[in-house]
Structures are given as structure tokens and as C-alpha cells.
């Protein structure tokens, strides 16, 4: 066991949280021993302390198959709906068979992630329902989401959960063992490694699976997120013993430790998690205000502003002229107020006068963005 994996298996301890993603290939394939299994793995990581969250996959894929001899299409939009809301009762139904455990279904949508309200009452709700012994079934709301309101994979969905519920382990469970690092043609697995090793990259491959809408390299950005947040990553196969695989017992899969530099919380949700809904471009003192300094964004370094934002959304704050993006945070001024402000400052003097002081995102609610 390598140094990183003693200090992340040491910093489990005894307060084991974990997301298990389990994919869509299962359910769309019936493979009722593969679930059972998991579920008794589940069983186990619970009879040792492990509280456990699930994201379960395949909601579409299930519906589709119970549905199969209608004319429904799964290319129609409002007919994926309906699969899906047909398929959340059998993927349910799946885990009441096989887990004696209480089981709750939680649906989610974008807005959970992106207002923070809803994030905190959702995080809430994880973990009452963990203080009482309640397995939490996450799925995105596939039967309603459209538009700004889908979260897109739950790969992704998977990693915002882990870092909402503050779990040490996210655990996605695929009908591939590991990261190879020629697959298919070579079955070399890679036991271990650091999430944001680069070399990564050269082994991965995009491709979904043909009922799902995740590959290899949406996992390992899922992992690269999560671990900002200091949560490890194991991806394996539903034969794995899991428990002693997190203690680091045996190799099986392969685990992508997190690094040293971990975000709290709440700077994790503003940098990883928060839908940023516009832009704040600023000179180059202010840059070098924020990034050097830990200041606050005063509206003095304020150039221009694009998108439309109201008060308290999140904003990608950019360096002008480059356009890159130095920093996220939560504004404090809207869109429209914003504009008019830039415009008048240039020949109102007592808006110049009085703008030194203007603050358009507190340092407390900034976070700034790894190598700007």
C-alpha cells in the first residue's frame, strides 16, 4: 500500500461515508445476481459503520424494457420521460428485493447544486435520513428535467452527492473492473493512482455504454472533482469485496486518491458544484488584488459584465483582455445594476467617489481557480 492510500484508508477511520454508483448496464441487462451481490456488499460496508448513499443508474434503460412492446421511442423526448418514470419504480424495486434496510428515493434536479438553499436542504435531508438508518436512492428527476434543470450524467450527479454529503469514498460500480491502460487490447490494470496524474488521460476512453450516458473519462473527472474535496475514488465491478478494498487489503479496481490541497465545503460548492450565470471581467490590478492578496472585488476593478445574474448568483470572474476565468464567487450586485453603474461611473463623480468602497463579491464568498 502506497503512502497516499495509507494517509486517505487512516483518514476513513471510523467515520466511513460512502456514494455507490451503480450503472445502467446492470438494469437494463436484469442481471438480478450482479444487484444482489452489491446489495450484499452493501449489507457488509454497513455492518462495519459504513453509512452508504446510492446513485442508481438506468431508470430510462428499465422503463424502455418494461415498455418494450409499445410504440414508444426512446429518441422522443417526452417518451424517455416516460420511460423513465416507469423504470424508477423498477430500479426501486430491485433494491427493496435484495436490501433489508429502509430505502428512500430522492429525485434531483440542477437547482438542488446551483441555488444554495436547495443544497442545504437537500444535504439536510441526506443526512437525517443516514442518522436513521435510511438507504438514500439518488437519481436525477429524469421524468420532469429538461434544460437548465438536467444535471447530464450520473457520473457527475454521483461526485456532487459525495461532496454535498461529505463522504469520505465514491464508489462507481461498472461492467468494466478498472482503468486499463490499453483497453481493450491490453488488460493491464491500474491499481492505484492520483486522481490528477495526467498520465490518465492517454488510457481513457469517452465512449458510453449503449444504455448509458457516462464513460471511463466522465469517471475520472468525477474523481478529479470529488478529490479537491479529499474524497477517494474506487471504480470496480460488482465482485469486488468493497470493505476490504477501501482498508487497502487487496487491489482489486482501481482507486484514484485525492491530493493534499482539500476545499471546504463551501468553497467547494462555489468552485465545483454552482452553475456560474454570468461574467465580471476586471484589470489587471484587480486580478493581482485577488489572486496575490485574498481581496475582495471592488467595483473600481470592474471593466464590464456579461450574461444576466441577479444578486447572490454565482459569476465566473475573468481577467481582461485574456477572457481566462481567475476566479468564481457569489455577487452581490445584478446584471442590469451592474451595467449601469460601469456607465455612470465615467462621468458621475459622486458615483467615483463613493465606488472605492463598492464591493461586488466578498473574499469570503470567492474562490480562486487552480493556476490563474
Known amino acids: 500500500m502506497s503512502l497516499r492510500v495509507f494517509l486517505w484508508v487512516k483518514e476513513m477511520g471510523n467515520k466511513q461515508r460512502v456514494v455507490i454508483k451503480v450503472g445502467s448496464q446492470l438494469f437494463c441487462h436484469q442481471d438480478t445476481e450482479a444487484i444482489q451481490q452489491i446489495a450484499k456488499q452493501i449489507a457488509k460496508l454497513?455492518?462495519?459503520?459504513?453509512?452508504?448513499i446510492l446513485v442508481s443508474s438506468g431508470a430510462v434503460a428499465c422503463g424502455q424494457a418494461r415498455l418494450s412492446e409499445t410504440e414508444l421511442n426512446r429518441e422522443h423526448e417526452m417518451h424517455r420521460q416516460v420511460f423513465a418514470a416507469v423504470g424508477q419504480d423498477t430500479i426501486m424495486g430491485h433494491w427493496k428485493q435484495y436490501l433489508q434496510q429502509p430505502l428512500a428515493q430522492v429525485l434531483i434536479d440542477r437547482e438542488h447544486f446551483d441555488r444554495r438553499e436547495a443544497y442545504v436542504k437537500t444535504q439536510a435531508l441526506i443526512e437525517t435520513m443516514l442518522e436513521h438508518s435510511i438507504i438514500p436512492i439518488v437519481n436525477e428527476n429524469d421524468a420532469v428535467?429538461?434544460?437548465?434543470?438536467?444535471?447530464?450524467?450520473?457520473?457527475?450527479?454521483?461526485a456532487f452527492i459525495a461532496a454535498m454529503s461529505n463522504a469520505q469514498g465514491l464508489i462507481f460500480i461498472t461492467n468494466v473492473a478498472a482503468i486499463y491502460k490499453d483497453y481493450p487490447h491490453c488488460q493491464q490494470a491500474v491499481t492505484e493512482m492520483d486522481a490528477h496524474d495526467e498520465s490518465l488521460t492517454q488510457w481513457l476512453s469517452a465512449e458510453c455504454s449503449a444504455m448509458g450516458t457516462g464513460g471511463m473519462k466522465t469517471k475520472v473527472e468525477a474523481a478529479r472533482s470529488v478529490a479537491r474535496r479529499g474524497i477517494g475514488t474506487l471504480i470496480t465491478d460488482e465482485k469486488t469485496e468493497l470493505w476490504s478494498?477501501?482498508?487497502?487489503?487487496?487491489?482489486t479496481g482501481t482507486l484514484l486518491t485525492p491530493g493534499n490541497k482539500?476545499?471546504?465545503?463551501?468553497?467547494?460548492?462555489?468552485?465545483?458544484?454552482?452553475?456560474?450565470?454570468?461574467?465580471?471581467?476586471?484589470d489587471d490590478g484587480a486580478r493581482q488584488a485577488?489572486?496575490?492578496?485574498?481581496?475582495?472585488?471592488?467595483?473600481?476593478?470592474?471593466?464590464s459584465c456579461e450574461g444576466s445574474f441577479g444578486t447572490a448568483d454565482i459569476v465566473d470572474v475573468c481577467a481582461q483582455p485574456s477572457g481566462q476565468v481567475i476566479a468564481r464567487g457569489k455577487i452581490r450586485v445584478a446584471s442590469n445594476t451592474l451595467s449601469q453603474w460601469l456607465a455612470l461611473s465615467k462621468t458621475d463623480l459622486s458615483l467615483q467617489h463613493n465606488q472605492k468602497s463598492q464591493i461586488i463579491v466578498h473574499r469570503n464568498d470567492l474562490v480562486i481557480v487552480e493556476g490563474s
Not at 454497513?46 to 452508504?52: F, N, Y
Not at 460548492?269 to 452553475?275: A, K, P
Not at 485577488?290 to 471593466?303: E, M
Request: proline share 3%; hydrophobic share 35%.
Open 245 to 251: 478494498r477501501l482498508k487497502g487489503f487487496h487491489h
Open 46 to 52: 454497513q455492518q462495519r459503520g459504513t453509512q452508504v
Open 290 to 303: 485577488l489572486t496575490q492578496h485574498g481581496a475582495s472585488l471592488l467595483l473600481p476593478g470592474v471593466r
Open 145 to 158: 428535467n429538461k434544460g437548465s434543470k438536467v444535471v447530464g450524467n450520473n457520473d457527475n450527479l454521483a
Open 262 to 282: 482539500v476545499l471546504p465545503g463551501y468553497r467547494y460548492w462555489l468552485s465545483e458544484t454552482s452553475r456560474s450565470l454570468g461574467k465580471v471581467f476586471v
